[in-house]
């Protein structure tokens, strides 16, 4: 079913490119592993067996590991009645609907399709937010499952999570596997060091994805509550409130910092090179969007611009 989210042909060819280059890049790896290894039937088994669990259980895995739960709308009225209101908007099939019990302000969309997705809210969220706040962040979230781009994101980071794994396989392997002959040891660090590639090139691909979508979820969002004013002040209060959470809490739930709706460490606070690394645009850029927006529908000047 097509959404009345608008189309976005610039995010539909990035997700596109990355997905081929991430595919040829997935061949390759295999490949590597196979020589290496010299067992085509366990490679292929391992990497399919862990691609299909990760994809067709992507939403339980967010969901505990961001301690979320799915309510029902007698628990939470006012927050099915935004997502409803929402996907009646938007013409879309309703996610199944969570919150997390962490006080961190954010939100997540997970899941494989459309008819399979879920929109997760924080309890930090709910609490800090107002209506109109709420909403925006939620057509945001929407956006993402409208677009598939949360099954992209889902598919794209499994060849980082496979390398990842790699890595660690072959250095406990060469740290606990005790005394091993000379060849052993050389596939060993020849499974390391392409894991690592691996691992670098697929990090910055996802990376530059991610950073894109962000920007064309808080722009279809805008579009559709006519609001991007508070999606602004949304953001600026997430973004605020973040900063006073101790880091050694945010570091915990980092690792879905692409999935997230402002990342839970952010550009602020890593250096300027790192910054072309983050998950998500800095701050002033999504503002800047949005005072754009805004501007093109007539709205009043966006709070955030008086930070």
Request: proline share 4%; hydrophobic share 50%; with cysteine.
């Amino acid at each position: 079913m097509q959404s009345r989210f608008r189309s976005d042909r610039r995010l539909t060819v990035r997700m596109t490119v990355t997905l081929f280059l991430l595919g040829l890049l997935y061949v390759a790896f295999v490949a590597a592993l196979i020589v290496l290894l010299k067992s085509w039937v366990l490679v292929v088994v391992v990497v399919a067996g862990l691609m299909l669990a990760q994809f067709w259980y992507s939403d339980r895995i967010a969901l505990f590991a961001m301690r979320g739960r799915v309510v029902e709308r007698e628990e939470y009225p006012e927050l099915h009645a935004v997502v409803d209101r929402l996907c009646a908007m938007a013409d879309m099939p309703k996610p199944t609907v969570a919150v997390s019990s962490l006080d961190m302000p954010n939100a997540f969309a997970t899941g494989r399709n459309a008819d399979n997705a879920v929109v997760c809210v924080t309890s930090g969220l709910l609490r800090r937010l107002d209506k109109a706040e709420l909403e925006g962040v939620l057509a945001h979230e929407l956006s993402h499952v409208a677009h598939k781009d949360v099954a992209v994101i889902t598919i794209a980071s499994f060849l980082g999570v496979i390398a990842g794994l790699m890595i660690r396989f072959a250095f406990y392997s060469q740290v606990f596997g005790g005394r091993r002959d000379q060849n052993t040891a050389m596939i060993l660090a020849a499974v390391m060091a392409v894991s690592l590639a691996v691992y670098a090139l697929s990090f910055l691909l996802i990376r530059a994805l991610s950073r894109y979508r962000e920007l064309a979820a808080d722009r279809a969002a805008a579009l559709l509550t006519g609001r991007p004013s508070a999606l602004a002040a949304a953001l600026t209060k997430v973004d605020g409130d973040l900063a006073r959470i101790p880091t050694k809490d945010l570091r915990t739930v980092q690792a879905f910092n692409a999935f997230y709706f402002t990342p839970a460490l952010g550009a602020k606070d890593q250096p300027s090179l790192a910054r072309l690394f983050s998950t998500h645009p800095s701050l002033e850029k999504r503002l800047e969007q949005l005072a754009q927006i805004s501007a093109e529908l007539g709205e009043p000047a966006l709070p955030g611009n008086a930070r």
